[in-house]
């Protein structure tokens, strides 16, 4: 990551309250003030801009928070501005910066040498709940951005059931959205209407469908309008060699051929109802997606990489 220094870096309102933690962890909030914006700079680089100041920081809990959807991801480090050099943001924040939401880093703490500086870490990510409702991927003590892999195992009645649900209850939806390509830039953007847009706030389960060649892509996402852009900046840039890894065959078609697909947001609480009859569970989003991609059969004749609950820009699972 680019790091720019300025002179002085603009205050952000903050949202750490940190006298607040639980009893068992009170560490004194030492530098509210210090906050530096995460801006896109040139070359398409995400870049921290640190203020002069930054050098006096060594071992710290440090925070990234978007002030636009109240989300933080927290992090611990030794030497916070070698961190902030070799820091690569996890997708989905790299995502909400690129598309305008206005982000920055601040320290939440110093830390002495005789403090236990993961169990500090733990204390911030459990009170911000920032697994559940933030950037954070797993609990802290060696490094903000690995990925602890949960249990998400589903338990055979429960697939049963959530196969049946979508067999009976599932029908495709009237309204979509297509890909227009720009006769001027040549660049290919989303089309959708306000219906479209209405359906897909109230869902968290879409497909792309390539008209032609009958094969589909199936996502899962709590806000399928930003997903789409996060697809539209891919399709964008199939020939970019650094995003090459996330390249998904569904970008690939949309980019040869944008009028040949339909996107689509599937409505699911009928579906999420029916389980929870049968079983006494309502099945997550994840469990959801695997359902679709297993009926629309996306991940061995479609464009899924993974059998769902992965990501849409995971790579494929060897058999």
């Known amino acids: 990551m680019k790091i720019q220094r300025i002179s002085t870096a603009p205050v952000l309102s903050q949202y750490h309250i940190a006298s607040n933690l639980p009893e068992s962890s009170q560490p004194e909030f030492s530098c509210p003030e210090f906050s530096c914006p995460i801006s896109v700079g040139k070359n398409d680089q995400i870049q921290i801009d640190l203020s002069l100041d930054a050098s006096k920081f060594k071992r710290v809990i440090y925070c990234f928070t978007n002030h636009t959807n109240g989300k933080r991801l927290i992090g611990a480090t030794d030497d916070f501005v070698q961190r902030m050099k070799s820091y ?28 236990d500086i993961d169990k500090l870490e733990d204390d911030y990510i459990q009170f911000y709940d920032s697994i559940n409702n933030g950037y954070n991927q797993r609990k802290g003590g060696g490094g903000g951005t690995s990925v602890e892999r949960k249990s998400t195992e589903t338990t055979p009645r429960t697939k049963r059931a959530i196969k049946k649900a979508i067999q009976e209850l599932h029908e495709t939806p009237e309204k979509s959205a297509t890909l227009v390509r720009s006769p001027t830039s040549k660049k290919v953007r989303l089309k959708a209407t306000e219906l479209f847009k209405e359906d897909a706030k109230k869902s968290d389960i879409y497909f792309m469908r390539h008209t032609e060649k009958k094969t589909e892509y199936v996502g899962t996402s709590q806000d399928i309008p930003k997903r789409l852009r996060e697809h539209n900046f891919y399709i964008n840039n199939t020939e970019n060699s650094k995003y090459k890894r996330k390249i998904n065959p569904v970008h690939e078609k949309s980019s040869q051929s944008p009028e040949k697909m339909v996107i689509k947001a599937i409505q699911t609480d009928k579906i999420k109802k029916r389980v929870f009859e049968e079983t006494g569970n309502t099945p997550s989003s994840m469990e959801l997606e695997t359902g679709f991609i297993d009926h629309y059969n996306s991940y061995e004749k479609g464009d899924n990489k993974t059998r769902g609950g992965n990501g849409s820009m995971s790579k494929k699972v060897l058999k």
């Open 88 to 115: 690569q943001l996890p997708e989905k924040l790299e995502f909400d910066v690129r598309y305008g939401d206005q982000v920055s880093v601040t320290i939440l703490q110093k830390v002495s040498n005789s403090d």
